[in-house]
């Protein structure tokens, strides 16, 4: 680790503006920093944490109805305040890391981070959900933008994210034996107007949308309407622990899964 | 009725208490006055000529106090190697120097480039990224074979990348193939023996100390034997003298056997802390680990498998390709050869043997010894040719193991691979086995994974292992270039408390538990009256230490004759105080008393009279209660067992889950049930973590890919069954005062074949006859693999 500064602001605007600071970074659980700093891959001059904001930390519903949490809030507040509002939602944050990893790692840190195998990005991008920062309102289709990258600009603060609550909806996290992380993920979410498949951990691109099997699913909501798919291993991650074929057959193996569990 | 205390009792271990509270003594929980911090400039390439190392910018940091590099290091030796192995054509292995700090090129990513010495920690790491290495990159030797075939040197100077080629027993080989020409069935598996990274929670550390004004040096360190360091690093690198020389291993978080080697940390931070006068600390981080403490396991192997008609094992004949990484570490070359083509016999009668082993050299970390050591790969090969022999051949394969065990009668047995089993029971194992797995009831068991879409399998297998390492007078024809012997001092204080100073080491073993159960019982004094010492050279006499489940058979062996001839002396007293002759003296209970009569006197008052000796036959005796022993095992021990492990896998993603899992073991007479059991469920953990998690994998130019837990996965609670183990079967050793064998490496050798035996099988009952052999570990990714085609 290299020698940095500390902040910890009381308001969004006060971390706005300590983030000007050049090379400043914001600091959410640290779950993902903190070890990069140990390693000296980071190396922010000032960490300006988000764990003094209030507004920022919590579960709440909006007048629409949608699920609203803070974008300071740890995983392991959404498992247990998301519960009987969005079930679904509550499990996935209930099952990232361990009891440490979710009592300290935060929403708006894992959307920020982005990491390809990450569990959250596969629940925005499947809920639809909007990502709602100090300056704007990003919807989830358009926030993902590749493995760790996103639609954020340098200094800017998720300050909340906002889910529609589906009809029915479930998370299949298939593990990687090692990290934990989603070897891969397949997030089903039924709506009014259709259904939504976000897969996590398969692709090079990132977290994305299966279209196919969506627009299967939407007609009949059922694991046989995805049988007769195919996913191409094209594009997905090989690796140590699976192939792109490997991948490929997982997105669909979880997503019938998902469906049968979501019911 | 359990015992409650002495042999045979499940005492709590003593030990547990600090560990439990926080009260561990680790090398890194020591600082010593004055302090100075080492961190090490690593290779990050694993194979490249090196043109300079610039220190001068590195040097004038704020807080470096020294910089050093290979140069400063050269009026000092190589690592040593501690064993020499002949090869086939009569020739010594070929043994490349092993510098502290890499000279002219880089072999493998990790390898130590420069040390830096700092006030802080901090300011050495700032240091190290301040060194300009000016490197010529050279292609990456990575896999074996072609190694082996030639091409690029790790070694340019010994002219080749083959350490050895090795016959056992070459004598054999022409009988062997001709047994191979005329059998009626043979089967052949290729199979690789996944290497592995040895992560003992507690990383390694090593703190120098050097005092000017008695010259005298201390090394802490992370060692599971503390003379043997002292040994090789003070005659062979140093060149100090032992008695200039004091090395500790405090509490110790784990070894596995990669605490046993001398790494090049240890001697640099002894020769720094001479030069510059102060104490210097390294602490090695998790990272560093995964690149410096010697991997285990990593064996390409082709194994052949000779049958009659009826199953018989006519001979077996095996070829293994085995990683020894850029350097030999201390005890690397015996691994793949004395502790694995020893143990090729397994427990069955194959008449004709022949094991060829070829030791390579590569641009990766050092291979030596992990807990099994040459044992399990020997074990997995043999078990898994046996399977599939079975299933080729439409016979059972527990009938075509029993067919060919030594029976019971048949002991001491000699196997046609140089050791003699002195006892066994294999079809005890078996039995306790069949009935512990409650086998009969799978069926029932497989008929319901089958209606939740699982296919169920179950896999047995049997292992036999060399442990009590180790018959010094054979080692030594064998290559050892030290004795395998163990010491003990016991010491009886004046009040008849006792403290035994003991050569094994304890790491997590629990030691100061089962070593005070055995003295307590031969006394018939309080385990709590009996102190264990070790760790420490200054203290405790030279001693070989603790690997090769040798510590109780080994150490304990010697701690017997130590406390016999303290007891002997002490007849001697009680019989002057009792007026009685010495022959007529029975030691009883704490007391001794003189046969056929109500005379005695405790042990207490004889120990007092020892050191109090007021009334005491000096003219004939000394005073002072104490004693030293050495014992020299005349045999290995073997223990053996019967192992099963019943999986369902899901076919749709290949993850293995492991549903039960039963251990059948034979080590002899048990001294703490409790403690044996401990040990076998860590070494099922181990055996498990190898078979479907565990690997450690480099790509083509020698980068580690599995350098940190979010890539090398290791066992978790959840990742294991509650396991059912039973040691009921008991057939003592015959040449140790205990008739104990050992019991600290069964579980890691005995468990892989079983979960692989079960998957294929699992497989097989569910249609999918085409997947023979899966490598581990067997990842969902491999397992959905292999089912594809
Ligand atoms: C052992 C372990 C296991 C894990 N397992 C999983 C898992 O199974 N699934 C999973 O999804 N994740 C997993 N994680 C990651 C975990 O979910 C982290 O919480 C997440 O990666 C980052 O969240 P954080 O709050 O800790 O962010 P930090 O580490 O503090 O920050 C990460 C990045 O986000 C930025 N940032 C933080 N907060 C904000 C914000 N509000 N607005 C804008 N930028 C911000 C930071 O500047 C930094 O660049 C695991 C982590 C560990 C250590």
Request: proline share 5%; with cysteine.
């Amino acid at each position: 680790m290299y020698a940095f500064d500390f902040v910890k602001p009381s308001s969004i605007d006060g971390a706005a503006e300590a983030l000007q600071e050049e090379e400043a970074m914001a600091l959410g659980g640290g779950q993902t920093l903190i070890p990069s700093m140990k390693q000296r891959l980071a190396a922010p001059s000032v960490l300006v944490s988000l764990g003094g904001i209030a507004e920022m930390r919590g579960v709440c519903i909006a007048d629409d109805g949608a699920v609203c949490i803070g974008g300071a809030t740890p995983h392991a507040v959404v498992a247990a305040e998301a519960a009987a509002s969005y079930p679904a939602l509550a499990a996935l944050a209930g099952g990232i890391g361990d009891p440490a990893v979710r009592n300290r790692g935060t929403i708006g840190g894992s959307l920020a981070n982005n990491d390809p195998s990450a569990c959250y990005p596969a629940a925005a991008l499947g809920s639809g959900a909007t990502i709602v920062t100090n300056t704007r309102k990003i919807a989830a289709d358009d926030y993902f933008e590749g493995m760790f990258t996103t639609a954020l600009e340098p200094g800017e603060i998720i300050t909340e994210v906002r889910f529609p609550v589906p009809q029915a909806a479930n998370y299949q996290k298939f593990l990687q034996p090692a990290s934990r992380f989603a070897l891969t993920g397949v997030f089903v979410a039924k709506y009014a107007d259709g259904v939504r498949v976000a897969v996590t951990g398969a692709s090079e691109g990132g977290v994305f949308r299966w279209s196919e099997a969506e627009a299967a699913l939407s007609a009949d909501f059922s694991p046989a309407a995805v049988e007769g798919l195919t996913v191409s291993p094209e594009g997905m991650i090989g690796d140590l622990h699976g192939t792109p074929a490997y991948r490929a057959n997982l997105v669909k193996v979880l997503t019938k899964r998902a469906v049968a569990a979501a019911g | 009725m359990p015992k409650d205390h002495g042999i045979g009792a499940s005492s709590k271990r003593r030990e547990d208490v600090r560990f439990l509270s926080g009260r561990g003594r680790y090398t890194d929980d020591m600082n010593l006055a004055r302090q100075a911090y080492a961190v090490f400039l690593r290779a990050q390439v694993a194979h490249a000529k090196i043109n300079k190392i610039d220190t001068t910018d590195a040097a004038a940091m704020p807080g470096v106090i020294r910089v050093f590099t290979a140069q400063d290091f050269s009026g000092v030796g190589g690592l040593p190697c501690g064993w020499q192995v002949t090869d086939r054509h009569g020739n010594a292995m070929l043994e490349p120097k092993h510098p502290i700090l890499a000279e002219g090129k880089i072999r493998y990513v990790g390898e130590a480039l420069a040390m830096i010495v700092a006030e802080t920690e901090a300011q050495a790491r700032d240091a190290a990224e301040a060194i300009v290495m000016d490197v010529e990159d050279l292609p990456a030797v990575v896999d074996m074979k072609a190694a082996a075939a030639g091409g690029t040197l790790v070694h340019d100077d010994i002219g080749s990348n083959l350490c050895y080629d090795w016959g056992f027993v070459e004598d054999n080989k022409a009988a062997v193939d001709e047994a191979f020409a005329r059998a009626d069935h043979v089967t052949t598996l290729e199979l690789v023996n996944n290497r592995l990274a040895p992560n003992p929670m507690e990383p390694r550390v090593a703190i120098g100390d050097y005092d000017f004004s008695t010259d005298q040096h201390t090394l802490y360190t992370t060692s599971q034997n503390p003379h043997v360091i002292r040994l090789l690093m003070g005659a062979f690198v140093l060149g100090i003298p032992e008695h200039k020389l004091r090395v500790v291993a405090p509490d110790v978080g784990g070894g596995f056997g990669s605490k046993i080697f001398h790494y090049a940390e240890e001697a640099a931070v002894t020769f720094a802390a001479k030069e510059l006068r102060r104490p210097v600390k390294w602490t090695s981080t998790r990272s560093e680990a995964f690149i410096t403490d010697a991997h285990g396991r990593d064996h390409v192997t082709k194994i052949e498998l000779a049958l009659d008609k009826d199953g018989h094992f006519q001979a077996i004949r095996t070829e293994t390709f085995a990683n020894m990484g850029a350097y030999l570490s201390t005890f690397a070359p015996s691994v793949p050869t004395w502790l694995h083509g020893t143990l090729m016999a397994g427990n069955y009668k194959t008449p004709l043997i022949y094991v060829n082993v070829k030791a390579v050299f590569t641009n990766t970390v050092p291979v030596d010894a992990y807990r099994g050591a040459g044992r399990p790969e020997a074990t997995f090969q043999l078990e898994r040719v046996i399977d599939k022999a079975a299933r080729e051949m439409g016979m059972d394969p527990v009938e075509l193991r029993r067919k060919n065990f030594v029976q019971p009668d048949e002991f001491p047995y000699q196997t046609p691979v140089a050791v003699v089993y002195d006892t066994g029971n294999y079809q005890a194992t078996m039995d306790k086995l069949l009935d512990i797995a409650d086998v009969a009831g799978f069926e029932a068991r497989r008929a319901e994974s089958a209606e939740a879409g699982k296919l169920r399998g179950l896999g047995l297998n049997c292992y036999i292992e060399a442990c009590g390492i180790a018959p010094s007078n054979l080692v030594g024809q064998l290559g050892a270039r030290a004795g395998l012997y163990e010491s003990a001092t016991v010491r009886v204080n004046a009040t008849g408390g006792i403290v035994v100073m003991t050569g094994s080491h304890s790491h997590g073993q629990g030691h100061e538990t089962t070593f005070a159960q055995v003295i307590a019982d031969m006394i018939g004094i309080a385990e709590n009256q009996v102190e264990i010492v070790h760790g420490d050279t200054a203290n405790t006499p030279m001693g070989m230490g603790t690997y090769g489940s040798r510590s109780l058979a080994v150490g304990g062996s010697a701690m017997v004759r130590a406390a016999n001839k303290v007891i002997n002396k002490a007849k001697k007293i009680a019989a002057h105080l009792l007026e009685a002759s010495e022959a007529d003296i029975e030691l009883k209970d704490g007391a001794f008393s003189v046969a056929g009569t109500d005379k005695s006197v405790d042990w207490g008052s004889v120990c007092l009279a020892a050191y109090v000796p007021h009334n005491y036959p000096l003219e004939d005796l000394e005073p002072g209660l104490e004693e030293t022993a050495f014992y020299d095992p005349s045999n290995f021990t073997y223990p053996a067992g019967a192992y099963a492990c019943e999986v369902e896998v899901d076919p749709e993603t290949g993850k293995v889950t492991i549903c039960a899992f039963a251990a059948a073991d034979d080590f002899g007479n048990v001294v703490n049930p409790m403690i044996v059991e401990g040990q076998v469920h860590g070494g099922l953990a181990q055996g498990i973590g190898q078979a479907l998690l565990e690997g450690v994998s480099y790509d083509e130019n020698g980068q580690l890919l599995s350098g940190s837990y979010m890539d090398y996965a290791m066992p978790r609670a959840d990742d294991v069954p509650s396991y059912v183990v039973d040691h009921s079967c008991q057939t003592p050793c015959t040449h140790n005062p205990l008739g104990v064998k050992g019991c600290g490496e069964a579980g890691a050798i005995g468990s892989p074949p079983a979960v692989v035996n079960a998957v294929i099988d699992a497989l097989h009952r569910g249609g999918i006859t085409h997947v023979t052999h899966i490598d581990m570990p067997l990842t969902p990714g491999r397992v959905w693999s292999a089912i594809q085609g």
